[in-house]
């Protein structure tokens, strides 16, 4: 495993790291497996921005006797009110949270405070008028948290932050597809196996460019997530340049840009951190991204298409909107035939489309803009509830 230094917050981290979000749900042998694996493999870097508690205590079990070796990322603003995660800008209930956060780590430190979810100039608002980023700050100052990050999908906003001095780690949502230029630019005249050897950003959408180049030049270090674009490049189908590409590629793009320290993989299984971890020892060729970004059309985007992320929570009808959007994916990318396994998890979910009430509210927080009512109504005919 390789190891890059975390900007100025002069952590260490691991070149793959572990996103803990799949961990929810499962049992704590499960989630323990998982993080022995990671801790073998020398990944050191684990984001936890889940609210749920069972998870977070079997997060801190997991890591009972040797904390020491993980850097945590634990999320500021992030919450559990009403059985369910909440996204907060209400200092009381982040503070709450926070704590339990440390309780149920069982930790009297969290690495990175990472503030939680600002994608929009509305966000960035909302959150100075806060008290989340002086609480981060004062956090830091009784070295309860020894960097203080922020995490976004929109490079406004979150270079807005950067710029505004009070960040140390951004965690950004990169790969080819959210990067790339997407109208009015041919990728073959503008991607070339030389240009991305080289580091340059020439197809990138100049907005995101400026956002890893000030990182940068401010020595703030990105953590990387929706690095697979939540399992929709690898597939030829499904992926917006009509090729698949490999975990190790989609990863070796993320690592070759500017600022990046860490890409953050969400596993479910020891097999799949190991996979992960298999990028440490991949060739150069096995890594090379280029020919089939030079090959595609033009850019698709991942506008409207659901990644799995929740950030839509919470819902009043109390819908596990992302788990509903997969079994929906599921079933449609098998032609409409829905597999028994699939229907089986979404006849076991606790709500399902058919429960939706139009509300909206989803629409208004998804940082991808999907159509949430729609697919829920699309989920209910396919299923039948």
């Known amino acids: 495993m390789r190891f890059r230094t975390l900007g100025k917050s002069g952590l260490t981290v691991s070149e793959v790291g572990l996103g803990c979000e799949h961990l929810q749900g499962q049992d704590a042998e499960a989630v323990c497996a ?31 006797g040797r904390r020491e070796r993980a850097v945590l990322q634990g999320h500021i603003g992030s919450a559990w009110l009403d059985g369910q995660y909440c996204r ?22 969290v690495d990175i405070g990472m503030l939680h979810f600002v994608d929009t100039q509305g966000d960035y608002d909302a ?91 401010l020595g703030v270090g990105i953590t990387v997530m929706k690095a697979l674009g939540a399992g929709t490049l690898l597939s030829a189908e499904a992926s917006p340049f009509g090729a698949a590409l490999t975990p190790a590629q989609c990863m070796h793009y993320a690592l070759t840009r500017p600022a990046v320290s860490s890409v953050l993989i969400g596993c479910r299984t ?5 996979a992960a971890a298999a990028y440490e020892t991949a060739t150069d060729a096995q890594r090379d991204y280029s020919e089939v970004l ?8 991942a506008q409207g298409r659901c990644m799995y992320c929740n950030h839509c929570h919470p819902c009043p009808a109390r819908i596990d909107v992302a788990a509903v959007n997969r079994c929906l994916d599921l079933a449609l990318a098998g032609g409409g035939e829905v ?24 629409e208004e927080r998804c940082p991808f803009h999907v159509s949430v009512s729609a697919r829920m109504a699309r989920a209910a005919a396919l299923f039948g509830k």
């Open 34 to 64: 998982v993080v022995d694996e990671a801790l073998r493999q020398d990944i050191n870097i684990l984001d936890v921005f889940m609210s749920e508690p069972q998870v977070r205590t079997d997060l801190g079990a997991a890591l009972k």
């Open 339 to 362: 597999p028994p396994t699939v229907r089986a998890h979404y006849d076991a979910l606790d709500a399902h489309g058919s429960d939706c009430v139009a509300c909206g509210q989803c």
């Open 270 to 274: 020891p097999e799949e951190v190991r």
């Open 294 to 301: 030079a090959g595609a059309g033009l850019y698709a985007g």
């Open 127 to 217: 959150l100075m008028e806060s008290g989340l980023v002086e609480y981060a700050q004062s956090l830091k100052d009784q070295g309860v948290v020894k960097a203080v990050g922020l995490s976004s999908h929109e490079p406004l906003a979150a270079r807005r932050a950067v710029e505004a001095g009070f960040v140390d780690v951004l965690m950004f949502s990169i790969n080819p597809a959210f990067d790339l230029v997407p109208e009015g630019v041919s990728i073959e005249g503008l991607l070339s196996p030389e240009t991305f050897r080289g580091g340059g950003l020439s197809s990138a959408d100049p907005a995101r460019e400026q956002l890893y180049r000030t990182c940068e030049s």
């Open 88 to 109: 907060t800008r209400r200092l009381d209930e982040a503070k709450h949270a926070f704590e339990d956060f440390l309780k149920r780590l069982d930790t009297d430190y």
